[in-house]
């Protein structure tokens, strides 16, 4: 028997139980489901992607990165730019995707 953190309301109470153990990876995303933090966590994972994934020249030009409801908003300063990545909008959602490791993008705004 071992002490397991179980989820209970807004604390998290320690409890003994009989082989109901979970790992720290289990419990930890059983307290972002709870927490609902996985919008937040996931709007900090895709903005570290596009910085590396997109380059610099990019990453500079980019003015705002957010994701809301499934769907990557991307804010481009440069209107050549802005255009380029338009017509690659396909291509940007399965790259990230790729690199999040889920299909959590659906759709992507460039403006």
Known sequence: ???????????IVIKKTNGNEKTMKEALMAMVEHY??????????????WETTMGEVIARHTTEIKVRRRKLYITIDSAPLRQELFYGRETIKNIM???LGEDFIEEVEVR
């Open 1 to 11: 028997m071992s002490d397991c953190p179980i989820l209970k309301k807004d604390k």
């Open 36 to 49: 609902r933090l996985k919008s937040k966590l996931t709007q900090v994972s895709v903005q570290k992607v």
């Open 97 to 99: 995707n790729d690199k």
